[in-house]
Nanobody
Framework: QVQLVESGGGSVQAGGSLRLSCVSS????????MAWFRQVPGKERERVST???????TYADFVEGRFTISRDNFKNSLYLDMSSLKPEDTAMYYC??????????????????????WGQGTQVTVSS
């Protein structure tokens, strides 16, 4: 496990942009899967985007090309660049990591229970 700390959330108007950052306390070089999730009160945590230990990324359908995930193993960091934000993007955004090497399942198939490290979250609020 590692400690993850997110930052970059805030309040923006619809159509605006934000960059979320997630810094790990330890090396993420061997972490097979890293991801961004989001959650609103009363709803389940939903996966936004994943980045595996290679170069494969995935996005939820609701992203619609507006977000870009990136990973910097040298800086032990994960990022989420969000643009064209909508009010429905309002949520707490969480960074997650599975620090194990590949275990035979694809990152794109991971759910919340597959990750062993989570950040505390950063709030994103988009006003209309």
């Amino acid at each position: 496990q590692v400690q993850l700390v997110e930052s970059g959330g805030g309040s923006v108007q619809a159509g605006g942009s934000l960059r979320l950052s997630c810094v790990s306390s330890g090396s993420i070089r061997s972490a097979y899967c890293m991801a961004w999730f989001r959650q609103v009160p009363g709803k389940e945590r939903e996966r936004v985007s994943t980045f595996n230990s290679g170069t494969t990324t995935t996005y939820a359908d609701f992203v619609e090309g507006r977000f870009t995930i990136s990973r910097d193993n040298f800086k032990n960091s994960l990022y989420l660049d969000m643009s064209s934000l909508k009010p429905e993007d309002t949520a707490m955004y969480y960074c997650a990591a599975d620090t194990h090497p590949w275990r035979g399942r694809f990152c794109s198939d991971y759910g919340p229970d597959d990750f062993n490290s989570w950040g505390q979250g950063t709030q994103v609020t988009v006003s209309s």
